[in-house]
């Protein structure tokens, strides 16, 4: 049997819209687990809240966290592996951009978050309740090299002028758009989903020709430009839909992800 490697994007991928695993998409993974296929989650998540569905699933495989930011080994014997960004160029992009931009941001350790004000969207989506917390002006909390940093735009955004502020501060950064542009992450030029799950794949001798991966979103778009066989959801946004080799039938509501799967290694046979 050729072995594949699964990867999987969290949000509007393998999950629905009420953060859940569907049963058939549930079953269908399970089943390529058990002959030997690989399942790795690759999402912009802290490793925290995948936690709960690496159990769901029984996997024993890395995870990639933070858009391929940090790699955590988990069951495996995959080394973890986090990047940071140098505490200077993250106080200098949020000085420099301004704070009167800004409702929010977010930069955390891996056992501390730092953030303008603690809210509802930054709590549902970081699960940072048993983290210590910190609140306030960045210049007056933030002493570390944070390994994320998040950016919620206030009325404007301009991610032009964010990401020229970035790129003069490092060369190496960029910012990235979330969630339809009122969102925004730092970002690694060299760091992204597919550099993680292509090291992944060798880790395993799998070859990047047997690696599916599904997304829905713009951070995904690298990691679908470049695997073997590329899907994007049903329900993702125009330009990933362009960039996958293919579209699965139905959204992340509706299975997408098992009748796709079902039908490319013919599980209902």
């Not at 990867?7 to 993974?29: H, S």
């Amino acid at each position: 049997m050729k072995r594949y490697l699964i990867a999987l994007d969290m949000d509007g991928t393998l999950l629905n819209d009420e953060k859940d695993i569907t049963p058939l998409t549930k079953k269908a993974l399970i089943t390529l687990k058990n002959m030997g296929h690989k399942i790795v989650f690759a999402s912009g998540r802290p490793y925290r809240t995948m936690l709960r569905y690496y159990e769901e699933l029984d996997i024993d495989t890395p995870v990639i966290a933070y858009n391929g930011g940090a790699i955590y080994g988990l069951k495996s014997s995959y080394p973890d592996i986090e990047t940071t960004f140098p505490l200077s160029d993250v106080l200098a992009i949020y000085n420099q951009y301004g704070i009167e931009n800004l409702e929010n941001t977010i930069c955390e350790t891996a056992k501390e978050v730092y953030l303008l004000h603690d809210d509802e969207t930054f709590t549902t989506w970081f699960n940072y309740t048993h983290l210590e917390k910190h609140i306030g002006d960045l210049n007056e909390t933030l002493n570390v090299d944070p390994m994320t940093m998040l950016f919620h735009f206030k009325g404007k955004n301009d991610m032009e002028e964010l990401n020229q502020i970035a790129s003069k501060v490092n060369p190496e950064l960029f910012v990235r758009s979330w969630s339809g542009g009122e969102f925004a992450e730092l970002s690694y030029k060299k760091v992204s989903k597919y550099h993680a799950l292509r090291d992944i794949a060798s880790f395993y001798h799998i070859p990047n020709t047997r690696i599916i991966a599904f997304g829905d979103a713009g951070n995904d778009i690298e990691m679908l430009s470049n695997v073997g066989v590329s899907v994007a959801m049903k329900n993702g946004t125009e330009h990933t839909l362009e960039k996958a080799m293919h579209v699965t039938k139905e959204d992340n509501n509706h299975d997408g992800i098992a009748l796709f799967l079902n039908e490319f290694f013919n599980l209902n046979d």
